[in-house]
């Protein structure tokens, strides 16, 4: 089971895309745990996940995220803004896909 990490301002923003891609993983046939935490939950939450996807308006913050996380190896990446305001789930899936297969 794949662990996604989604991480936002307050944790509530991202709840909808949560939603949206967990539909989407059980569309695809995958079988994928997916949460949503505030910003100062994801260094905790992070040693729980396989990959960690920070809300755009948190994009200040993921160089000291970032570090963080490699040390933990776990990859991190900002979602993309058109996909985080569509609730884009399908495409936000398949970015946290990507960023765990390069892990592997």
């Given at each position: ?30 079988e ?58 399908e ?14």
């Amino acid at each position: 089971m794949m662990k996604i990490l989604l991480a936002c301002s307050s944790g509530m923003s991202t709840s909808l895309l949560v939603s949206k891609m967990k539909d989407a993983a059980r569309e695809k046939g995958i079988e994928a745990e997916i949460w949503a935490v505030a910003q100062d939950k994801a260094e905790s939450d992070m040693e729980k996940a396989d990959v960690l996807l920070i809300g755009p308006q948190m994009r200040f913050l993921f160089k000291k995220i970032s570090k963080v996380a490699d040390e933990k190896g776990v990859p991190v990446d900002v979602i993309d803004p058109i996909s985080y305001g569509r609730i884009d789930g399908e495409a936000v899936l398949d970015k946290a896909l990507e960023l765990i297969q390069k892990k592997v």
